[in-house]
């Protein structure tokens, strides 16, 4: 896929963020109509975050100013400590994801990471540029460092990056002093051409009265809009007398004086319209004195060009501490910064190579939070009924409710009103949007029970049987699904699998392509959702039977938009190997061929083989799936069942099933240890499989 995101990530403040902001900015907006601008973290919600006002009214984002952040550093270190660190990357994920749903790209700016007060805490940038699929772009600084130290910064974000499978979109090293520049270029050669060198330039860090005016709060005195631009390059108290103060004074510097002093600022006001003396700034009054009338007089009634004056009503030593504690801006209206700023810019990329880069730039990176957060989206677009019948179990009612809140699917319930309701509200949850069928009572009774007996009278089945075996609550929301009462079903959290399996056999039956139903596990490890099968099911199945199940995972592959890359796996790879099990294996890929030239399979192959390039490029290097296996299809249940629980308890993998597949009908079982989370997603897979 196309980049729609990039992630803009600094480690130290004042490396110019902003700038690169801008720059990337304005590539953006003349290729793309709707660009997001979003912050994740900032450094206090109480305070206006610079960056975002900046960008906002710059590119006039139709965004509001809280739509552009997530939380304020004392929000994320609170959060972290309470829920933790996957708790605050899954709720910055949700705000991420709402507006990709309205925009077409979103540039992501991070806060840097020297402001975390934690060491643990200075990788959430790159954690949240892994969950959102964002290319990265980092940003080192080259203020008092050593090429060295520059050096092994890089090196270090490099190998993170790599670690977390994080595509590195660029880099910049900022603020290069010009006369280390050819030692640092040198030293940073092999990772050109993915580098970028912005030279220091001093006018990017000259204060202007702006940054004055605002931070001192100072009154206006003789000012025009104009003077907001204006640069500071220093200060200078008038404390000595005119003569003497007179060759203290130089170009854009800001005068600090006494009100009183009637003859320094008569002074000032000569030497502004001399032709030899440098011009200043502006003037400042400190103190609480008034201006004599007859001063005031002479300021206003100046023409053409005009001093500003401002006022504070400390005096000349808190007025230099505050001062020294003003920080320069880039603000909209600071059009000599942002022309210099986007210059530079310009100047020190290919501008060319950078836009296709936009284009082309792919991120395959597949977190679980990511995963999940898919799985809702593809249950909401087309709402699905799917039915619960273990409504007893407070994993199943806390489950319906969030899935019921969220509006991803409906909800049909079987068992006691009275019952259900009187357990949700013990539970403090809202059910009320459910359906509820007290399917003992239920008028559905005699068609179902009419229905399963004309299925299975040839099984010597009674029409009194049928009615026992609908009162079953699993058998009873099988034939709602076959009925098309319902979509789905899911079931298992308090029923045997064989209890949530056998009615689906009986009643809905597999679809005309397969014989068996299977199972896969989605295992979602940090970075990719790969297949799992069959690790739940069949526990030594034949070649066809093994053709199969790996058909039916190719197929559920697909349904989860994760493209189908097959290996068949056993103990050797390719021809190397013999033995009745690895001919299994073979005898079942060749099946897989011959019937379904559409899929990319390969088989015997061992699971290193199959997951690393470079052991697959030494055993099997013709191979189009062989170190890129997307499904892994195991020999036999003992295999496969003990793999995935080794990688789920070794790696920390989520691991989602079992998940049928198969059946005309989605039907899905349920661990009788599942959780809350497993329930959830059990349902959101039950309601995407009932689009197909």
């Known amino acids: 896929m196309k980049v729609q995101s990039l992630y803009i990530s600094a480690l130290h403040k004042n490396v110019g963020s902003l700038f690169i902001t801008m720059g990337i900015m304005e590539i953006l907006k003349t290729k793309i109509d709707k660009v997001a601008f979003f912050r994740p973290i900032i450094f206090d919600k109480n305070i206006k975050d610079k960056d975002i006002e900046f960008i906002s009214q710059k590119y006039k984002l139709d965004m509001s100013y809280e739509e552009c952040y997530g939380f304020d550093l004392g929000e994320v270190e609170s959060i972290i400590a309470s829920k933790g660190l ?85 880099m910049f090293v900022s603020r290069v002093d010009e006369k280390n520049f050819p030692e640092l270029e040198n030293k940073l050669k092999e990772y050109s051409p993915n580098i970028s060198f912005l030279k220091e330039l001093p006018e990017l860090d000259v204060l202007t009265l702006e940054d004055i005016t605002e931070t001192l709060e100072a009154k206006k005195i003789v000012f025009s809009q104009n003077d907001n631009v204006r640069a500071v390059r220093g200060f200078v108290v008038a404390s000595l007398g005119v003569d003497d103060f007179l060759q203290e004074i130089k170009e854009d510097a800001l005068v600090i004086v006494d009100a009183k002093r009637s003859d320094i600022i008569l002074a000032l006001i000569a030497s502004f319209y001399s032709k030899e003396y440098p011009k200043i700034s502006a003037v400042l009054f400190v103190g609480d004195s008034e201006l004599s009338q007859s001063l005031k007089k002479i300021i206003l009634g100046l023409h053409e060009y005009k001093i500003p004056f401002l006022s504070i009503e400390d005096d000349a030593f808190e007025s230099v501490k505050k001062l020294l504690n003003v920080y320069p801006r880039l603000r909209v209206n600071s059009e000599r910064k942002i022309a210099l700023a986007l210059g530079l810019f310009s100047a020190s990329i290919d501008m060319a190579a950078f836009e296709q880069k936009i284009k082309v730039q792919k991120s395959d990176v597949m977190t679980p939070i990511m995963f999940q957060y898919k799985l809702f989206e593809m249950a909401r677009k087309k709402k699905k009924n799917i039915v619960l019948p273990e409504s007893s179990d407070e994993r199943i009612l806390r489950a319906a409710e969030i899935v019921l809140r969220r509006d991803v699917a409906d909800i049909t319930l079987l068992g006691k009103a009275d019952e259900i309701r009187e357990h949700s509200l013990k539970l403090g949850l809202d059910i009320s949007k459910a359906t509820i069928i007290e399917h003992e009572k239920s008028e559905l009774l005699e068609e179902f029970s009419h229905s399963f007996y004309e299925m299975r009278k040839h099984k010597g089945i009674t029409l009194e049987a049928s009615r026992d075996t609908m009162i079953h609550s699993t058998y009873f929301a099988t034939m709602m699904v076959h009925l098309g009462y319902a979509d789905g079903m899911v079931s298992g959290a308090l029923h045997s699998s064989a209890d949530t399996i056998r009615p689906s056999l009986q009643i809905i039956k597999t679809t005309s392509d397969v014989e068996l139903v299977s199972s896969i ?7 990719k959702v790969l297949i799992y099968g069959d690790c739940a099911l069949n526990q030594n199945p034949n070649a066809k039977e093994l053709s199969q199940i790996a058909i039916s995972s190719a197929d559920t592959a697909r349904l989860f938009d994760i493209v189908p890359k097959v290996a ?48 697959a490029s030494i055993k099997l290097p013709n191979s189009k799936v062989a170190g890129e296996a997307s499904v892994f299809i195991f020999p036999d249940l003992n295999t496969g069942n003990n793999t995935y629980k080794a990688v789920q308890r070794s790696s920390g993998a989520l691991a989602i099933g079992p998940i049928l597949q198969g059946l005309k009908k989605p039907i899905n079982d349920l661990s009788r240890g599942c959780t809350v989370d497993d329930v959830l997603n059990t349902i959101l897979i039950t309601a995407i499989q009932a689009n197909i």
Do not use: H, W
């Open 568 to 615: 068949m796996l056993s103990y050797s790879t390719g021809e190397s190997g013999s033995g009745v099990d690895v001919d299994k294996v073979r005898e079942a890929t060749m099946i897989v061929k011959s019937l379904r030239s559409d899929l990319e399979v390969d088989g015997p192959l061992q699971y290193d083989a199959a997951v690393d390039k470079s052991v």
């Open 521 to 527: 596990f989605f295992m979602c490890l940090k970075t």
């Open 86 to 170: 996957d708790e605050l990357i899954t709720q910055l994920f949700e705000k991420f994801k709402k507006l990709q749903e309205r925009y077409e790209f979103i540039l992501c700016e991070g806060i840097a990471r020297s402001l975390f007060t934690s060491n643990s805490n200075q990788n959430i940038n790159a954690l949240l540029a892994q969950n959102f699929g964002s290319s990265i772009i980092s940003i080192f600084s080259a203020k008092e460092r050593s090429s060295q130290e520059i050096y092994e910064d890089i090196s270090i974000e490099k190998q993170n990056l790599l670690s977390l499978d994080i595509p590195c979109f660029s």
